[in-house]
């Protein structure tokens, strides 16, 4: 009553309350919130527009009160006697990541939340001032464009300032194999003009920071410590450095004999003058190494990268272990280079100088941006906005790519798996949507919630499609782009607005030969666990068709390796490849060769005899042999390293073990006799 009349007043504008005033009122209950009145009236609460029935005006709710109010979605859903506001919009229930899904209300619930989830992984553009920023990692998109299908609300949020996909032709059909589950092929001439390309920027910090307050600083220092002089030998390499002479070729094949001749008598000119070039050439190379040597241990191959200032030069070029920033120790009087770190080829994007606390000291560290280049690869991740995703499987040439009666070909090729049990209608209508809205020139509304079932989406679009001259479902008969004959079946084909996921192959495949392994154990190690960002599992497709799920246990950066444990050596039991085990656990593991003594079995009680002169060192078990009485003859008879003779325990032989059985034996005889 309180909070109905609290309401009431501030809604109107009367008794000075104001419109944002939050009237919580919790109904006694069993087990809930404590009852009672409930006012907030602080700043910086969070609020949104309703409509107040009783007065037919705008009312503002907020977090606290809501739960416990009727608020009908649109007017016919308003029950008399319960329900005290109305949505303005019935799109107002859902948020701004969830009103981007087009056609949403027509896609199976769990989806749209899919969506919500991958749209945050989308690859866009994550800023107005990328040029100002150094994140630690960040992913652009160059090729963002507008969607064709977009709601109002799009627009209203700016979100073109943000594109975070392309528009794709998608045609959904089982074509080659290579779209097979959710894999997906790309047309190869889509990407060569561009479609989904992105970069990667990635900042790293060179340089000292200070370990504690009276430590000594300057004792390292940017750049070189006698700049004028290298640049002087550097400019003495450049002009110092012959003219080439000009090479010789030989004449046609219907040469005459003088121009044979003559060509012989130039080729030994030029031969002559080449050899004295290149050994010009070396000792100008060799003085100008020698010298800048001299300078502080001064690298000549480093100014390749670097500048006389001993920072790299912006779009240079940099792969694993090239110099990326020079520095001076002062107290050793010698220049060092920090390298770069990282499998892929990177483009110094920007160098900047971070200026020391104190402001008397030298700079002690810089930071750079990289740029990777990411252009879409096998492997990499796509979706659409309605919770389908996708691994590319293939980048298939346009020429063998299936094509309609107008000469369209798909960007994108998807399987119709991926409908029947994932229901995602909202997809076919954008396909339809997006196809009409490209015919017509013109963007659609998406906004979900708009048709019904007297006014269906699939009728108004298809009548949009008629009048473009196309079908009305949607559909084409398409023709195959290797035989060139008329598919058996008309073709969903439409476009779609896809987007590229930043779960890249680059960033997770593993590759590993032979790499650290444990001392103890000699079984490859274990490092680290992967990425923080890791979320769940995700189908490399038919990328990696892979009998089991690999279970990743290794950091990639730390050259581990892929885990088969014991789930997976079941499921490779069960598949019958008990062979790919011995080659997996055994061969490729720790494959070692012990002795083993052939009648008592164990590892433990082998013994290396003491070489005896015309002999050849023998291995024995001295569990099966018995001291020797003095009465055995020469040959019979072996001694361990301590002097005592022994007899028999000849019965021994070489197997191959696993490294860890080694290991296991000693423990377990460790535990038995301490
Ligand atoms: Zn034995």
């Known amino acids: ?20 005033l939050e009237a919580g009122y919790v109904p006694e209950s069993n087990g809930g919130q404590y009852p009672g009145v409930y006012l907030f009236s602080q700043q910086a ?8 029935l009783p007065l037919d005006k705008e009312d503002f709710v907020g977090p606290f009160e809501q739960p416990h109010m009727s608020i009908a979605v649109n007017t016919e859903e308003i029950i008399s006697g319960e329900s005290t506001h109305v949505e303005f919009d019935p799109t107002n229930i859902l948020s701004i990541v969830a009103n981007m899904t087009p056609f949403s ?26 040029r100002y920023r150094t994140d630690n990692k960040s992913y652009r998109l160059q090729t963002g464009q507008t969607p064709i299908v977009k709601a109002p609300l799009y627009d209203e949020y700016g979100l073109d300032n943000f594109p975070n996909g392309m528009n794709a032709v998608v045609a959904v059909i089982s074509y080659t194999g290579y779209d097979m589950d959710d894999a997906m092929i790309l047309n190869k001439s889509s990407y060569e003009r561009g479609f989904a390309y992105g970069t990667v920027y990635k900042t790293e910090q060179y340089g000292w920071r200070e370990k504690g307050r009276g430590e000594k600083t300057g004792q390292m220092l940017f750049g070189f410590a006698e700049q004028e002089s290298i640049a002087q030998v550097l400019s003495d390499y450049e002009s110092g450095t012959p003219v080439a002479p000009n090479p010789v070729y030989k004449p046609d094949t219907e040469a005459s004999q003088t121009e044979w001749e003559e060509y012989a008598t130039k080729k030994e000119e030029y031969d002559k003058a080449k050899q004295a070039y290149d050994s010009e050439v070396r000792k100008l190379e060799k003085s100008t190494k020698d010298r800048l040597n001299s300078l502080g241990r001064v690298q000549f191959r480093w100014f390749k990268q670097l500048d ?18 020079a520095y001076y120790d002062v107290s050793k009087k010698e220049a060092k280079v920090f390298t770069y770190h990282g499998s892929e080829v990177a483009f110094i994007e920007e160098v900047r100088l971070l200026a020391h606390e104190n402001p008397d000291q030298p700079c002690q560290e810089i930071s750079i941006k990289f740029r990777i280049p990411r252009s879409p690869q096998i492997g990499d991740k796509f979706a659409s906005r309605h919770g389908q995703k996708g691994v590319c499987s293939q980048k298939w040439p346009a020429a063998d790519m299936p094509f309609t009666e107008s000469g369209m070909q798909p960007d994108i090729i998807i399987n119709p798996h ?13 396909s339809l949507a997006g196809k009409a809205g490209a015919l017509h020139g013109v963007t659609q509304d998406c906004t979900p919630f708009k048709f019904d079932e007297e006014n269906t989406a699939a009728d108004y679009f298809g009548h949009q499609l008629i009048k473009a001259g196309y079908n009305y479902h949607g559909n084409e008969p398409m023709y195959s782009g290797i035989t060139g004959e008329e598919l058996q079946a008309d073709i969903y084909i439409g476009l779609v607005y896809y987007q590229r996921l930043r779960h890249m192959v ?4 593993q590759v590993r030969t032979t790499g650290k392994i444990s001392e103890l154990t000699h079984q490859p190690i274990k490092v680290r666990i992967p990425d923080p960002w890791h979320s769940g599992y995700f189908s490399l497709g038919a990328l990696l068709i892979l009998l089991m799920q690999y279970r990743i246990i290794q950091g990639r950066k730390k050259g581990g390796g892929i885990r088969v444990g014991e789930m997976e050596r079941d499921s490779m039991l069960a598949h019958g490849a008990a062979f790919l085990l011995q080659d997996r656990l ?19 009680s082998i013994t290396p005899t003491i070489m005896k002169p015309g002999l050849k060192p023998q291995v024995r078990c001295r569990r099966c042999a018995t001291k020797a009485t003095g009465f055995e003859s020469e040959g019979e008879t072996w001694e361990d390293g301590h002097g005592n003779v022994f007899v028999g325990g000849e019965s021994t032989t070489v197997v191959a073990i696993p490294y860890v059985l080694k290991y296991v034996p000693s423990m377990s005889m460790e535990a038995v006799f301490g």
């Not at 991926?418 to 954008?430: C, H, K, Y």
């Open 105 to 130: 209300d027509f896609n199976q619930s769990p989806r749209n939340m899919y969506q919500c989830q991958m749209s945050k992984q989308a690859m866009g553009t994550p800023g107005t001032a990328m």
């Open 418 to 430: 991926a409908f029947p049990s994932r229901m995602t209608i909202g997809m076919l209508v954008e």
């Open 1 to 20: 009553m309180i909070a109905d009349t609290l309401r009431y007043w501030k809604v109107e504008g009367s008794h000075d309350l104001p419109l944002d």
């Open 45 to 52: 609460r969070m609020i949104r527009p309703v409509k107040y």
């Open 586 to 604: 055994l061969n490729c593991s720790d494959y070692t060769q012990a002795w083993i003594c052939r009648t008592c079995g164990t590892f433990m």
């Open 506 to 509: 680059n960033d997770k495949f």
């Open 308 to 325: 006389l200032d001993g920072l790299p030069i912006v779009g240079q070029r940099v792969e694993d272990g090239d110099p990326v920033a």
